[in-house]
Nanobody, 123 residues
Framework: QVQLVESGGGLVQAGGSLRLSCAASGGTFSNYVMGWFRQAPGKEREFVSIISTAGVRTAYADSVKGRFIISRDNVKNQVYVQMNSLKPEDSAVYYC????????????????WGQGTQVTVSS
């Protein structure tokens, strides 16, 4: 059983940056592929980024490619997403999640989820 806790959300102006963190406990963190998802009001939860167990492979949704950077620290049991050049349309609750297979981009492929952290980008 893996517990995930996100932090780092907040209110930022368009063009600004935020770094989200996700702390994992209760399992072997390095065994899990980690992903970030987001959900805006009235919309479905969507894939943002994914990172492999060793952090060698990463992938991004087209909407964030070139602006967001995912990383992980398997010693600290944390995964991060650095969000730059933020836009109002990036406003959402951001979730980290764990899965066993790199390439899983669907919500239903992820086993463990955090409670989410709110990101609001003002124009």
């Amino acid at each position: 059983q893996v517990q995930l806790v996100e932090s780092g959300g907040g209110l930022v102006q368009a063009g600004g940056s935020l770094r989200l963190s996700c702390a994992a406990s209760g399992g072997t963190f390095s065994n899990y592929v980690m992903g970030w998802f987001r959900q805006a009001p009235g919309k479905e939860r969507e894939f943002v980024s994914i990172i492999s167990t060793a952090g060698v492979r990463t992938a991004y949704a087209d909407s964030v490619k070139g602006r967001f950077i995912i990383s992980r620290d398997n010693v600290k049991n944390q995964v991060y997403v650095q969000m730059n050049s933020l836009k109002p349309e990036d406003s959402a609750v951001y979730y980290c999640a764990a899965t066993l297979t790199y390439g899983n981009l669907r919500v239903e492929d992820y086993v463990y989820w955090g409670q989410g952290t709110q990101v609001t980008v003002s124009s």
